[in-house]
């Protein structure tokens, strides 16, 4: 009688420690597979980032090259145009106007920005404004927006060129030469949109820069010529 009831504990006793451990096992089996499937969730997480990343990077950027209308000079940094085409196009558009610069200076910068970049898809240039008003060379002017195109084409960069009008006199017209670079060189070309622009007061913060309101129809009208080229997906 004593033996048996010994051995009875004896294997209650056993069976305990065995339960005991097993269940251990598990809780430990079960913690190893949350750390495992946490982690893995960690991992997807951090490749999905990576990849977006990646894509970001690579997508394809627009160019606003120019001078101080490109700068958006008589609105705010967040109204010009080059702001607001990327809202529309939702595409980056990078703002590369320097006011003041004449399209010598224009050419050489051009030059130095190209060449480190692979990353633009359009280039939208406008450029001329301050050899217009300063009265320098047409032929310098007409050689110099021409060479900015080359070297656009030579990175495969679709080009967008814009009219720019002669300021120095009253009935302003576009000046001639960028309809004939335009159709030399074979870009787009738009030769209105800052003819309509400086024609009207409301539209403008000075006598050669748009307002706010003439940047928001800078920037439209470029979306429309961009969309009508086929340059947008």
Do not use: W
């Amino acid at each position: 009688m004593g033996a048996e009831f010994y051995e009875a504990n004896y294997t209650q006793v056993f069976l305990k420690v065995v339960c005991h451990t097993m269940r251990f096992q598990i809780k430990n089996l079960q913690g190893t597979l949350m750390h495992r499937g946490l982690l893995s969730l960690l991992l997807l997480i951090f490749l999905q980032i990576s990849l977006q990343g990646a894509h970001i990077s690579q997508q394809k950027k627009i160019l606003a090259f120019g001078d101080s209308i490109t700068y958006g000079y008589g609105a705010n940094p967040d109204q010009s145009y080059p702001t607001q085409l990327a809202k529309l196009t939702n595409t980056e558009v990078i703002n590369a106007g320097v006011p003041g610069e004449n399209s010598t200076q224009g050419l050489e910068r051009l030059k130095k920005l190209l060449k480190s970049r692979n990353d633009i898809k359009i280039m939208i240039l406008c450029h001329g404004a301050n050899d217009i008003l300063h009265n320098a060379s047409h032929t310098r002017l007409y050689k110099n927006i021409k060479k900015m195109i080359e070297i656009a084409k030579a990175k495969d960069i679709k080009i967008l060129l814009l009219g720019v009008v002669n300021f120095q006199i009253n009935n302003l017209q576009t000046l001639p030469l960028y309809k004939k670079i335009a159709k030399k060189e074979d870009v787009n070309y738009n030769g209105d949109i800052l003819k309509i622009i400086e024609a009207k007061p409301n539209l403008k913060s000075d006598h050669v820069h748009p307002n706010a309101e003439g940047y928001s129809v800078m920037a439209e009208t470029i979306y429309a010529s961009l969309r009508e080229a086929k340059l947008l997906k």
